[in-house]
Structures are given as C-alpha cells and as structure tokens.
C-alpha cells in the first residue's frame, strides 16, 4: 500500500503522480506547446487511476497542440496552440493572416492575462485601444484599426473562447458580451465596393488589350477570386465544354508564392465559362507560343493558365501597380482587385438573378453572406421608386 506521501515518477517528460497527506493525488506534468514555449500543468483527483488518466489526456492534448488549462494558463499560451490546432484544416493563406493578428494585435495587449480572469470588460477596453502596429505603414501607425480589422480580432478571440468554453476549460466565453463599438463614419459609408455596369465595361475594354490584364477581365467576367484565377492549371481546365474546376488557389506569404486550397469548403467547385471568358481561355495557348518565341532561352513556362511572359505563374501580390493603372487608363474609380468579385455580384443581382444562384456560383458559405457584403445596390435601381397614388388610385378605378 502506498503511503501518505509517496511519489511515482514516470521517466523524463512523463509526469508524476503523488499522494497527499489528505489521501487525494496530485499529478503533475511539463509539456512542449506548438508554439516551443513549456507549460506546467498540474491537477488534484481523488484516485490515482484518475491522476493517471489526466496525465496520459495531457499528453495527448499536448501532441494535438491542446493542453490542459490551469488557472495559470496565459491567453498567449492558449490561443497559439488552438490556431497550431486549426491550422491544417484551414487556406494557408487564411491561416497566415490569423496568426498576423494574433500575434500584432492579440497577444502584445492580452497575451500575458490568465485566460481564466479576461471579463467583458477586459475585451471592450481592449477594443477600444486597437490601433494599427505596421511600422512599415507611417501613414497609418498608432491610428485606430479599422472597422473591418477590428471584426477580425473579435472573431479570433469569439472562437478561441467558444473552444475554451466546448472543451470545459471556460465557464462562459467573454466574447459573447463583448464586441468593438463600430465607428459613426463606417455605419454611415455608403461607398459603392463595386463598379457599375457602364464602369466595368469600359474597365473590360481596356484590360482586354493587356497581356496581363486579360486575367482581370476573367475574373470579372466570372466571379472568380484572384487567387483562384492565377492558381487556375490547364489540367482543371475542360476548353471543349467550358467546365472549369476550382480545386487550389495561389497566395502570397511573405513575399513567396504558395499553393493551398480554396478559401472554403463551397469554395472548391465548378464553374460553366461561355462567352469572351471561354475566348481567353482558348487564346491563351496561342499567347504561350508567341512568349516562348519572343523569351527564348528566358523562358521557363509552367502548367499555369494566366502567367507572365516568362511562363511563370503570376504573383498575387504583383498585380496590384497594373490594376491601378488600367483603372486610370480606364477613368474607373480603383477599388482594388475585389471590385471585380463584387462587381460581378451586383450586376447580375441588377439583373435580377437569384442571389443563391450567384451564391452557389461564386463559392459563398451561403446566399445571405453573399447579400449582406457582396451585394451593392446601384443608383440607377433606386429611381423611380416614389410611390405615386393618384396614378396607382386612377388605374384602379379604370380597371374596376
């Protein structure tokens, strides 16, 4: 029988289990997070079969990028192992810039609180204080963050929390209560994030003439995301039926260029491609030959669809300097490249199309996404909708 007292020691890294004088057993354990830091986790049970099973948990968790939470357990040690945790199952290029603002904006503010003490109130305060940390934007550094920006921290800290909270770790998520007060000007923003009918048109006739620019009018002529037209391979691509598969897309990570999956799981479909978007398409093996030709011994060629002269597949990141000058060449407002999604969107809801048609098509979540941030009602649909009585009343009676 064991006495009061006694250690059970289980080799370097395995913990230890030790009964107390109270008759209850104390285990103990050190484990290596994702993120290289060391975490000392400790519990009290009643048995030491109990003592052995949180140990033999912790470990597992610790391999999972989990662990177990103490009262002593940071957000920062909490929140780098559930992103370790979430990462293989999200875009690369999503995940990159989770952890960016985890680690700007997150961990420097809260990172060192004991995740069990963080109240609404911590959260509000800390809201309110968000500004942007970027030293390589003077123009911008120490302003408050944007409305936008600020949703995105809030998002984090609401999932880590609602884990935190499903796991047992948490009573309640703080997140839930609190959220960043939105600024007057941002709910009074009325700017159009798209391009009219009569302004993407004159966009497409100046980006139709543009060795790289023909990328551009794909995109708006399909509602495809950028990165999923530069990541576009010819093996997911059917020129005979049109049938175009989005399986991966092509994002930039620190400069470099990355193949990941599609932004979501809707996100990987099939889209039908008629039209002068079919028309790039098919021309684009024409244009390989007279590259290959003009290059020479330069050229080096991929299995890219939209590539530079070069044959290489297209940057993300370097397509924003031409975008900006087509749009002058074009005497269109620059809205960046996501007015051509949001502009493809818009006009076909002017056109009255289904918006879980277009939904579908463009790989949203879901039809109400779609309609609450793609969805840009346009001047021209709001005239002439004074209702007028006397005429709705006249042709009542003539047609009594």
């Known amino acids: 029988m064991a006495k009061k007292g006694d250690t059970t020691k289980r080799g370097n890294g395995r913990g230890s289990v030790r009964r107390l004088p109270s008759g209850r057993y104390q285990w103990r354990a050190t484990v290596e997070l994702p993120s290289g830091e060391v975490q000392r986790v400790s519990g009290t049970v009643a048995t030491k079969t109990e003592a052995e ?78 500004a942007h940390r970027d030293e390589r934007r003077e123009e911008k550094l120490g302003k408050p963050l944007s409305d936008s920006m600020k949703r995105q921290v809030h998002n984090i800290l609401r999932q ?92 930039s990570l620190s400069g470099k260029a990355h193949r990941t999956t599609p932004k979501t799981a809707r996100s990987r479909r099939t889209i039908p491609v008629t039209g002068d978007a079919l028309n790039i398409l098919k021309e684009m093996p024409l244009q390989v030959a007279l590259d290959r030709e003009a290059q020479g011994a330069r050229y080096v060629g991929s299995d890219a669809v939209f590539t530079t002269s070069r044959g290489l597949p297209i940057l993300p990141d370097n397509v924003y300097k031409l975008m900006q000058d087509l749009c002058k060449k074009a005497g269109v407002p620059y809205k960046g490249t996501h007015v051509l999604r949001h502009s493809f969107i818009s006009i076909h809801g002017q056109q009255g199309k289904a918006v879980e048609v277009i939904s579908a098509h463009v790989g949203h979540a879901r039809p109400s996404f779609t309609q609450d941030r793609y969805r840009t009602v346009f001047q021209k649909e709001r005239e002439a909708l004074t209702l007028d009585f006397l005429t709705l009343t006249k042709d009542s009676e003539e047609n009594a």
């Open 53 to 130: 099973e949180a140990l033999s948990q912790v470990r597992t968790d610790a391999r999972r990028g989990q662990f177990a939470v103490t009262p002593a357990t940071t957000l920062k040690e909490y929140v780098l192992a559930w992103h370790e945790l979430r990462r293989d199952g999200q875009a690369a290029k999503y995940s990159h810039s989770q952890r960016n603002m985890i680690e700007t904006h997150i961990i420097p503010s809260l990172g060192g609180r004991k995740i069990a003490n963080i109240t609404p109130r911590d959260l509000e305060a800390f809201y309110a204080g968000l």
């Open 160 to 251: 880590m929390f609602a884990e935190a909270v499903r796991h047992g770790d948490l009573i309640r998520n703080p997140a839930d209560v609190a959220r960043p007060k939105y600024t007057r000007e941002a709910a009074q923003d009325d700017t159009s994030k798209a391009w009219t009918e009569e302004e993407a048109a004159s966009f497409y006739r100046v980006a139709r003439q543009d060795r790289r620019g023909v990328a551009f009018c794909f995109m708006l002529s399909t509602g495809m995301r950028i990165g999923e037209t530069l990541g576009l391979r010819w093996e997911n691509v059917e020129l005979e039926s049109g049938l175009v598969h989005i399986r991966e897309a092509l994002v």
